[in-house]
């Protein structure tokens, strides 16, 4: 499997665009896939210095209803439109729900542009709690946050009444990510989680995932969501312990970016050691 990052916050390479998000170009499992679209049409500039094609794949894969993984969709869909077999994109119904940032100058929209349910409608697979595209690729949601789940969530929204429109704070609660989710990948006997953000808890979406497998994972390629990108404040110290703690007890190797954030990284190197790779824009990964 391969593994192509196509948009991060940060890159070495100046050919390459880094801006707040994440988009991955991923060859496994006999099929082309595009996990994520970043915040706008960067990635596929981006992709095109890799001289990699993204509109040339099987599918995509929306991880969640959050503009910087899903503000390039519109990009892709025009792109792709007009190919005799258009790839289908796969979603949660619910991403296109109002999604919001208690910031404190308001509430600010950080969903994915609601139109295009509507303009594309023909284009999206509608993921509910859990989708086997094959017997080598899973997608699954409905991950309840039990244990060590982001403190930034606190500020991230959704409408209590979905149908609503009314935009005051009284009108939003706390958002239970019931529209994340994330991509099992099977390969020579060995599965590859990938996910977005983690906003469910990396902890949490590791063990469905091992509980979907039925042992442990061969590899985790994902946002930990350790640091909250609007303030900059890391998550507490000892829950980075205990994040890190948890993977070290696993035979699995870790690759991150995005939300993880550098202070949260650094902590996680200097417990995993060499287990825990990050990723900026144009990191290319075999596993």
Not at 35 to 62: C, E, H, K, W, Y
């Amino acid at each position: 499997m391969k593994i192509t990052v196509l948009l991060e916050n940060s890159t070495p390479n100046d050919r390459l665009c880094a801006k707040h998000g994440l988009s991955l170009f991923i060859e496994g499992a006999g099929r082309r896939i595009l996990f994520d679209m970043g915040p706008d049409a960067s990635f596929l500039d981006n992709a095109r210095s890799l001289r990699t094609d993204a509109t040339q794949v099987d599918f995509a894969v929306i991880s969640h209803g959050h503009f910087d993984h899903g503000g390039g969709l519109r990009a892709f869909l025009e792109a792709t439109e007009g190919a005799a077999s258009p790839a289908p994109v796969y979603i949660h119904e619910r991403a296109f729900e109002s999604h919001r940032a208690n910031t404190p100058v308001g509430l600010k929209d950080i969903g994915i542009d609601e139109a295009l349910a509507t303009e594309y409608a023909h284009r999206f697979s509608l993921v509910s709690d859990e989708l086997c595209i094959d017997e080598n690729l899973l997608l699954f949601a409905n991950v309840e946050p039990a244990e060590l789940a982001p403190k930034s969530n606190a500020v991230l929204l959704e409408r209590i009444d979905p149908a609503s429109h009314d935009e005051d704070v009284a009108a939003y609660q706390p958002d239970a990510f019931a529209h994340e989710q994330s991509l099992l990948i099977t390969e020579d006997g060995k599965t590859t989680l990938v996910t977005g953000c983690s906003h469910c808890g990396i902890v949490n979406i590791v063990k469905k995932a091992e509980a979907l497998v039925g042992g442990p994972l061969h590899a985790v390629v994902a946002g930990f969501h350790l640091m909250n990108p609007s303030s900059g404040d890391v998550e507490d110290p000892a829950v980075v312990a205990q994040v890190a703690a948890f993977m070290k007890a696993r035979p699995t190797r870790y690759f991150t970016f995005h939300c993880t954030g550098p202070s949260a990284y650094s902590m996680l190197r200097d417990a995993l050691g060499d287990q825990v790779s990050y990723l900026p824009a144009g990191s290319i990964i075999e596993l």
